[in-house]
C-alpha cells in the first residue's frame, strides 16, 4: 500500500507551492498570464467582442493559420525553421487564383483557359510548394546549412518568383480576383447549426489536426523527429535515417503551405504577390506560444492549436476594439520576444 502514489489535483499543488516555486511557475507560464491579460482588457473594454458571429470569424481566420503551423512546427521538431512560409503562401496563392478564376471575368490571366475542378490546381499548386520545400529541407539536410539562412535564401527567391509570375502582361501587378464561385465556397462556405456556424475551413484544418496528429503520436516518422529535434547525434547512433527524415519534414511542410494558400487565396477573394507576407512569424510564434522549442524534441499538436487560437483571438480583439494597426505590430512583436525568451530560459536551466 505504501507504494501506490496518489496523484495531487492541480489546485492542491497550486495552493502546496513555495513562494520560489510559484515564481517559477509564473515566469514559466508568463506569455500565457500577459495573454490573458490583454484579452480581459479586451472584453473589458468592449464587451460585445463575445459572440458567436466573432467566434466564427476568429474560427474561420485561425484555419488556414493552423495549417501553416501544423507544417513548421514539425519543422521546428526537428530544430529547425522555415522563414519561406510567407512567401510559399502567397506563391501557392497567386498560381491557384490564376488558375481558378471565373470564366466570364473580363481581366482574367489565363483568357483561354477552360473551367478546372477545383481539387487540380490545388494539388497542382501543392506539388509546387512541396518541391520547393524539399529543396529546402536538401540544403539543410545535405550541405548543413542552417535552416533560418536556408530558409531566408529561399524566401527571397521564392517572392521574385511569385513577381514574375504576378507581374506580368497584358495587366501588370493588379490583385487577381474574380475567383470561380464555386472555390469561393469552398473556403467561405460554412454549416449552419441555429446560431452557430461552422465555416468549411474549420473542418479542412481539423482534418489536417487529425493527421498531423496520427503522424507525430502513433507513427515511426513522429517518434524519429523527435529523436531528431532531441538529441541528432544520438538519433544517428540509434539508426535513424535523418537525413531522409529531414526531408520528409520539410516536403510535408511544403504540401501543407500549398493547401493552405490556395485556401487563403479562397477565403480573401483574390491574390497578389504580398499574400502571406509575414506569416511564417505568426506561424512560428503560435508554435513558440503553444509550447514548441527552438532547441528541438519538444512540442505536441494541442499546443500549436493553442498557439494560434490564442494568437488569434489577441490579433482579432485588437482590431475589434481599434488599436492602431502599428501599435499591433509592437504588441506582437514584444509577445514574440517574450515567449522566445522564456523558451531559451528554460532551455538554459535544462542544460
Not at 514539425?74 to 497567386?94: F, N
Not at 473580363?106 to 497542382?124: C, G, N, V
Not at 493547401?259 to 479562397?266: I, N
Not at 528541438?296 to 488599436?323: K, N, T
Request: hydrophobic residues 50%.
Amino acid at each position: 500500500m505504501s507504494n501506490i502514489k496518489v496523484k495531487e489535483k492541480p489546485v492542491a499543488k497550486l495552493k502546496n507551492m513555495t513562494r520560489e516555486e510559484m515564481w517559477k511557475f509564473v515566469v514559466d507560464n508568463a506569455i500565457f498570464f500577459i495573454l490573458l491579460g490583454l484579452l480581459l482588457i479586451i472584453i473589458a473594454l468592449e464587451p460585445s467582442f463575445v459572440s458567436m458571429k466573432n467566434l466564427s470569424n476568429i474560427l474561420s481566420q485561425s484555419s488556414t493559420r493552423i495549417i501553416f503551423a501544423l507544417g513548421v512546427g514539425t519543422i521546428i521538431v526537428t530544430k529547425g525553421t522555415d522563414l519561406s512560409l510567407g512567401r510559399q503562401v502567397g506563391l501557392a496563392a497567386v498560381i491557384s487564383a490564376s488558375l481558378l478564376q471565373s470564366a466570364d471575368y473580363a481581366y482574367k490571366m489565363y483568357p483561354d483557359l477552360p473551367a478546372l475542378p477545383i481539387f487540380l490546381p490545388i494539388i497542382l499548386v501543392m506539388l509546387v510548394t512541396a518541391t520547393i520545400s524539399l529543396v529546402n529541407g536538401f540544403v539543410v539536410a545535405k550541405f548543413k546549412v542552417d535552416p533560418f539562412i536556408a530558409t531566408l535564401g529561399m524566401m527571397i527567391i521564392v517572392y521574385g518568383l511569385t513577381s514574375i509570375y504576378f507581374d506580368r502582361p497584358p495587366f501588370g501587378a493588379q490583385p487577381i480576383g474574380g475567383l470561380d464561385k464555386g472555390f469561393m465556397k469552398f473556403a467561405q462556405g460554412s454549416i449552419d447549426f441555429g446560431p452557430l456556424s461552422i465555416p468549411y475551413l474549420v473542418i479542412y484544418a481539423s482534418i489536417a489536426v487529425a493527421i498531423m496528429w496520427v503522424l507525430w503520436n502513433k507513427t515511426k516518422f513522429g517518434k524519429n523527429i523527435f529523436a531528431i529535434g532531441g538529441n541528432q547525434e544520438a538519433a544517428i547512433v540509434s539508426g535513424v535515417n535523418v537525413f531522409k527524415y529531414i526531408l520528409i519534414t520539410y516536403t510535408l511542410a511544403g504540401l501543407l503551405y500549398g493547401l493552405g494558400g490556395s485556401l487563403e487565396a479562397a477565403r480573401i477573394g483574390s491574390a497578389t504577390n504580398n499574400t502571406g507576407n509575414m506569416y511564417e512569424l505568426d506561424a512560428i510564434a503560435a508554435c513558440i506560444v503553444g509550447g514548441l522549442s527552438f532547441s528541438g524534441g519538444i512540442g505536441s499538436i494541442s499546443g500549436i492549436v493553442a498557439g494560434v487560437l490564442i494568437f488569434q483571438v489577441i490579433a482579432y480583439g485588437l482590431s475589434f476594439i481599434g488599436v492602431n494597426p502599428y501599435i499591433q505590430f509592437i504588441i506582437k512583436g514584444l509577445i514574440i520576444i517574450t515567449a522566445v525568451a522564456i523558451d531559451n530560459r528554460k532551455h538554459i536551466k535544462k542544460k
